[in-house]
T-cell receptor, first 111, second 114 residues
């Protein structure tokens, strides 16, 4: 069965720390991997990754995909309290264009 | 402003009383989808639609109905709600007939069925 596993489930760090969130998958033939940030309401898009080894970057956030080892990481440097959220990872399947979602990582940044 | 609008934001109802959650998008997107989100389970797809009059079941369609009579609207219907349908519901849309790119989400509907 196709599966997406995010780790850790939750994480508490202090402002200024760097965090690495992991998204592992047991999926073959996917089209892209997406990261979303969910604060109190709707998920908002962060990154879409299609090729292995190419880092996507946006300010203090970056993400990379490793298709050989079957995972992606989301890095946040110099964390701020506004980074507190649930971070979701999803894979877009090649066969039926459906999304398979991980359960998310809840990140709490303490001032 | 480009957006996906869901209504209502909060809904408390009783078992068996039919309800509809509306979803409307103003971006001319072909693809629309409904998800439910429960603690520890992430987002699970209920139904999706690749275009007008084309709908299909997602992972958890039991107890739900949808319709897509026009491109902008994709209502979710619970004919006879039960307590296990208490959840946070999201509507989402994407250009193209499939979620090739990022989804645009509505702000969610928190449903409680007693």
């Amino acid at each position: 069965e196709d599966k997406v596993v995010q780790s850790p489930l939750s994480l508490v760090v202090h402002e200024g720390d760097t965090v690495t969130l992991n998204c592992s998958y047991e999926v073959t033939n996917f089209r892209s991997l997406l990261w979303y940030k969910q604060e109190k309401k709707a998920p908002t898009f962060l990154f879409m990754l299609t090729s292995s080894g190419i880092e996507k970057k946006s300010g203090r956030l970056s993400s990379i995909l490793d298709k050989k080892e079957l995972f992606s990481i989301l890095n946040i440097t110099a964390t701020q309290t506004g980074d507190s959220a649930v971070y979701l990872c999803a894979l877009l399947m090649d066969s039926n264009y459906q999304l398979i979602w991980g359960a998310g990582t809840k990140l709490i940044i303490k001032p | 402003e480009a957006q996906v609008t869901q209504n209502p934001r909060y809904l408390i109802t009783v078992t068996g009383k039919k309800l509809t959650v509306t979803c409307s998008q103003n971006m001319n997107h072909e693809y629309m989808s409904w998800y439910r989100q429960d603690p520890g389970l992430g987002l699970r797809q209920i139904y999706y639609s690749m275009n007008v009059e084309v709908t299909d079941k997602g992972d958890v369609p039991e107890g739900y109905k949808v319709s897509r009579k026009e491109k902008r609207n994709f209502p979710l219907i619970l004919e006879s709600p039960s307590p296990n349908q208490t959840s946070l519901y999201f509507c989402a849309s994407s250009p193209g007939g499939a979620p090739y790119g990022p989804l645009h989400f509505g702000n969610g509907t928190r449903l409680t069925v007693t």
